[in-house]
């Protein structure tokens, strides 16, 4: 490996014209996954009380904090700039960028659903802070916040957290989505889409919904989003976050009734500043990894929205 990608570096697959994040010191991360099984404890936990000079602390919520937002030991990106010269074919760039972590408790065993309500919506408030924050760096095109959770999710550890990225392009997907709204006379998809989901919709009150899309691309699929068409997270009200954080908690709670012990992910879909994105929020229960039909664009899905719905609705 030459010297200046020690610190990883950005490239360009002229195939798909995808971006690869090389990221080396990810390799030395502690794993708590092995196969399904949990195999950590506590005891060898980076994120427990007693354990805060292990990763440098940005900021304590509560006394005892309640959540910690620390910069990433095993960044995605980081924050030093180094200018390739690039030729025309073979195109690289510096991954430079922010990487955050937000321990979302103290408690290892504690689930994300079984965090309080305030806590919660404390939690949200530290996403928008740090978004804020990230994206006040004029380098930074996209934040991206998410947690993974479980062996296969693509978290590495048991411990519940949350990642807030900034990077200084846009990632595929939110390009792809933004172009499909720009195709489609500039009109919100998601506003559209709620006229035509009411038979999927899982919880709703007045300013807030929650449904299992049409077209879900994995089993127990939901798009959890606020009403008003905002463009990302920072421009929730009070209200929007109340009901985010209780249509979250309910929905990982019975998905968890519903298919047992599982991993997910919870991506947040935004981008400040666009006039088509509306912000929402995706929960994709995972029970494999990514196979050749995913990687090639294709989803399998051995539960229709319908179905998952209407167990949805019989669940306590
Ligand atoms: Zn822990
Ligand atoms: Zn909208």
């Not at 978004?131 to 004029?138: C, H, P």
């Not at 997270?233 to 519903?258: H, P, Q, W």
Request: aromatic content about 12%; proline content about 3%; hydrophobic content about 35%.
């Amino acid at each position: 490996m030459s010297e200046d990608v020690v610190k990883g570096e950005i490239r360009k697959d002229y195939i798909t014209g995808s971006r690869v994040i090389f990221a080396f010191s990810r390799d030395k991360r502690q794993r708590d996954f092995k196969n399904e099984e949990v195999t950590s404890n506590a005891k060898d936990c980076p994120f427990e009380y007693g354990k805060e000079n292990l990763n440098k602390t940005i900021k304590l919520v509560g006394n005892p904090w309640k959540l910690r937002l620390i910069y990433n030991k095993y960044p995605i990106v980081n924050e030093e700039i180094i200018h390739y010269k690039n030729s025309n074919f073979l195109r690289r760039y510096s991954n430079y960028g922010h990487s955050y972590v937000i321990i979302d408790t103290p408690n290892h065993l504690q689930k994300f659903h079984e965090i309080e309500e305030n806590i919660l919506q404390r939690w949200f408030n530290l996403i928008i802070d740090t978004e804020n924050t990230t994206y006040s760096d004029k380098r930074i095109k996209q934040v991206c916040t998410f947690k993974d959770s479980g062996s296969i999710s693509g978290g590495s550890l048991y411990h519940q957290h949350t990642q807030i990225i900034g990077f200084t392009f846009i990632s595929p997907i939110i390009k792809k989505e933004i172009n499909i709204i720009k195709n489609n006379h500039q009109k919100c998809i998601l506003e559209e889409a709620l006229k035509k989901e009411k038979e999927r919709v899982l919880i709703e009150n007045k300013n807030a919904i929650a449904f299992a899309p049409y077209g879900s691309r994995f089993r127990g699929h939901s798009i959890i989003m606020p009403k008003r068409h905002i463009d990302y997270v920072g421009r929730l009200d009070r209200a929007e976050i109340k009901s985010l954080v209780k249509f979250i908690k309910t929905i990982l709670a019975k998905n968890d009734k519903i298919f047992d012990k599982h991993s997910y992910n919870l991506i947040f879909h935004e981008l400040k500043g666009s006039k088509e994105l509306h912000f929402y929020i995706e929960i994709t229960p995972r029970f494999s990894n990514i196979g050749s039909a995913e990687l090639s664009g294709l989803y399998i899905n051995p539960l229709t929205p319908e179905e998952y719905t209407k167990i949805f609705n019989e669940t306590d």
